[in-house]
């Protein structure tokens, strides 16, 4: 429902956003990740218009933002910040229905609206609706800054890092009741971090970004099985400290570490049996015989072939520590 194509956003001769096609299904949590400076707050705010395009179509529900009224694009899509944008003076509900006043509804409607969204944060409306902003934690000012986001009823929810600058614990738990809003308004979430495990714990799908273009779009799963490219690699390394592909016997056979003549061994395993496994088996045998899938071949691995395979892997993680 919100559709990206061909898009540009230059400064100066220079592309920050680059060719930028993709569609945000309706219902959807994406996550837009990418380095600092990739471009993800650019790409969030032309999406209600805070920053014009220079080039290409946005369209919400087939329609180019542009047609849009801009007071109507804005009060129809929540956004919310790193650094909080509430006003401090103003108590917790007045805080939250700014747009619904201008929207003009009905007191009582207002009334059941900020019951019914602080109660979806787990703070007590009774004791929270007349307080000041500036008299919360962090932690609550950030659950305003979200219900407020959701206050009006928007389809769409813009996010920019919204956590960041909270702690661990706080955080977590924000995760959590944002992605339960999410599912029961089923509203369509655009969320901006920078952070690997965030975007995996919250995403239906992912788009790694990477000075302005697109290096991934898919879930989690995908992204992690099949990184696209080298770039991918790297910042799923770096993004996620215990993230490592677990090696299989599929991966020495694939780089032709292996003997065709069978030889006689009682230690049996498959393609797809970890390489720690092979290194147990093989600590008590001369050799092992895989036997296989597709091609129904049997293959044998001698402790010199696993010997080999693993020193040409230390020698390509020792030449990826020095780049
Ligand atoms: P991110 O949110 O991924 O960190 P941004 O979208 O904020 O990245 O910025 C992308 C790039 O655009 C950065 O290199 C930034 O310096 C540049 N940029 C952002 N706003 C402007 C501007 N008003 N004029 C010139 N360059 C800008
Ligand atoms: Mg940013």
Redesign the pocket.
């Known amino acids: 429902m919100i559709r990206f194509e061909k898009v540009y956003k230059r ?2 001769d ?1 592309d ?2 680059s060719n930028f096609t993709l569609e945000i299904k309706k219902g959807e949590f994406f996550v837009l990740i ?10 969030l705010k032309m999406i209600n218009q805070l920053i014009d395009l220079t080039q290409g179509y946005i369209r919400i529900e087939g329609k180019p933002i542009s047609d849009f009224n801009l007071q109507e694009l804005r009060w129809n899509i929540g956004y919310v910040l790193q650094q909080i944008a509430l006003f401090p003076n103003m108590t917790v509900e007045e805080n939250i229905l700014i747009v619904p006043e201008m929207k003009k509804w009905s007191k009582e409607k207002m009334n059941e609206r900020v019951v019914e969204l602080l109660e979806s944060v787990n703070l007590d409306p009774e004791k929270y609706r007349n307080r000041r902003i500036s008299e919360l934690s962090g932690g609550e000012q950030q659950r305003i800054g979200v219900v407020r986001a959701l206050a009006a009823d928007p389809d769409i929810i813009l996010m ?1 890092e919204p956590f960041s600058a909270l702690d661990p614990i706080t955080r977590s738990s924000l995760q959590q009741d944002v992605l339960k809003l999410q599912r029961k308004f089923e509203k369509t979430v655009v969320f ?1 971090t ?1 952070d690997m495990q965030e975007a995996v714990d919250l995403g239906d799908r992912i788009c790694l ?1 990477n000075k ?1 273009r697109i290096e991934q779009v898919g879930t989690a799963e995908d992204i992690l099985e099949h990184p696209a490219n080298d770039f991918v690699q790297q910042f799923l390394q770096t993004g996620l400290p215990h993230y490592q592909k677990e090696s299989v016997v599929q991966d020495m056979i694939d780089a032709g570490y292996y003997q065709n003549e069978p030889q006689a061994s009682s230690a049996h395993l498959t393609s797809q049996s970890p390489i720690k496994e092979l290194t147990i088996s093989l600590s008590e045998y001369e050799a092992v015989s895989i036997s296989n899938q597709p091609d129904t071949k049997t293959y044998t691995i001698t402790r010199a072939d696993l010997i080999h395979f693993l020193a040409q892997e230390a020698v390509a993680s020792k030449a990826g520590d020095q780049r």
Do not use: A, C, L
């Not at 600092?36 to 790409?43: F, P």
């Open positions: 400064y100066n220079t920050v956003v990418g380095p600092s400076g990739s471009g993800k707050t650019t790409t920019d901006v920078h970004m302005g």
